[in-house]
Structure formats: C-alpha cells, structure tokens
C-alpha cells in the first residue's frame, strides 16, 4: 500500500501485477477552469478518471459543504456518492496526479485520507515524470466503470474551520502556515479575493517550495530542515495549513508528513472563506 507518493516505476509494477488500483487525473487550471479536462482529453494515462476541481471536488452552492471560500469541500457524503459513480472502492489503491506541479492532485490525496481511505499515493513528478520514463498517453474516451460503493471510514486527516483559526489567532497551540505566493502573502497583489493580505501571524511557504529542480518532491531531510527552519522552535504538532482555497495548501501537508513532522491539520476554507467573514482581520507584509 502507497500512502504518500509513488514512483512512475512502482506505479508501472502495481499494473503488471494487476493489483486492484484507480488513477485520477487532477490537472486543473484556477484561471481557466475549462483547460484541465481538454488537457486531459489531449493526454492522459490510460484508464485515468477525470477528477474536475470544480465539480467533484468542490461543493459549490451545496448546503451541505464541509468548508466554506472558493472550493468548498463537498461532506463526506457527498464525496463518497461521487467516488462510487466512478467505480472506486475500498479495496482500491488510489494513484492521482496533475500536470501542474502537484498543485492539483494533493486536493483528492488529502480527501480520500479525510474520506478514511489510506491507500492514496500521489504520482511523484506528475504526468511529466510518467512522459520521461516512456510511459503511454491516450486521447481515447475511457470507458465508464461500472458503479461501485465505497464506504467512508473514520477521518484519517483532520480539518479545521474559521471559527477555530478565530478561537486560537495568536495562542501558542496554533501555528498558521500560508500556501501562497508571496506577494499575494503580504498582500501587495490579490487576483481573487475581496481582501488583500493574510491572517495575523500567519507564516508563509509558498507550496512550489517543496519541488525540486526535477519537478519531484524534495528528499524528506532537505524538506525536514526546510519547515524546521520556518517552524523556528513551534511545535509541527500545531500547525494548520491553508492557502487561497484549501487546494495549493495540501503540498505543505503532505511534504510535512514526508519528513517525518507529522500530519498538521486543514483549514480549508482558507484565505477565499476568511477574507470572506466579515469582521475578521486581515495583516500585511
């Protein structure tokens, strides 16, 4: 069982061996939400779902999302009817992946964990990486699975709403870390929000950080050092992530749990649900 990533070449074994898996396509692109399903039209890993941020794995308009800002998660429910249309069950290895420096595809690692569902892995290096080792791409239309019924087990991540960011803003027992460009951090730009900044006392680790030069995760001591580093002697025990939207956030989760800091927890209604709340401050800088 793969929990956190797996290689192009563990991947390519666990389908010679025939073990029972499902790949998800995550490519997305916040901009132009029509582009990750013709990207994945044009080019994908044959047998790969489509998992559309915007409808499978946000609950836009629903009253009952589990979170509220720009990509408010669907409930578990709601997440678990969907993963039963596609043919996922329990007994499933999951494999996601975008094209998009994992910006994407952490969203549905994290939400099948949420979901009680440890079997997920993230593709290491996305489709490029699968291109760079030779393995195939189709254009084909995938054949529809037949309907399956997957059974939500107990959370295996945890999230975390505004009025507990509120309730701890500035305790010992909170540590905020911001996904986010920088200049979006400190508030010099803001393309999507009402609000420009972040919450007070938040610290920031823009998500792209955490890949190196080969479009893989950095190795988990480099990455260890890295969040000691911005930890500055806070306990990794107390830190929350979150981002614009909760999806660009979930990289510094699963690089956390890489280097052996532990799982942190979501907030993932982030800065889009927070800049959202009336009354709630914002910082600059």
């Given at each position: 069982m793969y929990t956190t990533l797996i290689s192009v070449e563990q991947l390519q074994a666990l389908q010679a061996a025939g073990a029972p898996l499902m790949l998800f396509d995550?490519?997305?692109?916040?901009?132009?939400?029509?582009?990750?399903?013709?990207?994945?039209?044009?080019?994908?890993?044959?047998?790969?779902?489509?998992?559309?941020?915007?409808?499978?794995?946000?609950?836009?308009?629903?009253?009952?999302?589990?979170?509220?800002?720009?990509?408010?998660?669907?409930?578990?429910?709601?997440?678990?009817?969907?993963?039963?249309?596609?043919?996922?069950?329990?007994?499933?290895?999951?494999?996601?992946?975008?094209?998009?420096?994992?910006?994407?595809?952490?969203?549905?690692?994290?939400?099948?964990?949420?979901?009680?569902?440890?079997?997920v892995a993230l593709l290491d290096g996305g489709l490029q990486a699968w291109q760079a080792a030779g393995g195939d791409v189709t254009d084909r239309e995938e054949p529809a699975s037949a309907p399956a019924h997957f059974t939500l087990g107990p959370a295996l991540?945890?999230?975390?709403?505004?009025?507990?960011?509120?309730?701890?803003l500035g305790r010992p027992g909170q540590t905020l870390i911001d996904a986010r460009a920088t200049p979006r951090f400190k508030g010099e730009v803001e393309p999507l929000d009402p609000v420009a900044g972040h919450i007070p006392g938040a610290l920031n680790r823009p998500f792209g950080q955490n890949i190196g030069a080969d479009g893989k995760f950095k190795p988990a001591a480099q990455l260890r050092a890295e969040f000691e580093a911005l930890l500055a002697g806070r306990d990794p025990a107390t830190v929350v992530h979150h981002c614009g939207s909760g999806v660009s956030a979930v990289p510094n989760v699963l690089a956390m749990e890489l280097a052996g800091l532990g799982q942190a927890a979501l907030y993932a209604g982030s800065w889009s649900e927070w800049s959202n709340t009336p009354g709630l401050p914002a910082a600059q800088g």
């Open positions: 995550c490519s997305f692109d916040l901009m132009n939400p029509a582009v990750g399903g013709q990207q994945y039209r044009e080019a994908h890993i044959p047998g790969a779902v489509y998992a559309n941020l915007d409808t499978a794995l946000s609950a836009k308009g629903s009253p009952d999302a589990a979170s509220g800002g720009r990509h408010p998660l669907p409930s578990r429910e709601q997440f678990a009817a969907w993963l039963s249309s596609v043919g996922f069950a329990n007994g499933m290895q999951a494999v996601v992946y975008d094209r998009n420096g994992a910006n994407y595809c952490g969203r549905l690692w994290w939400m099948l964990k949420w979901a009680g569902h440890d079997a991540r945890t999230l975390v709403i505004t009025k507990t960011i509120v309730d701890n």
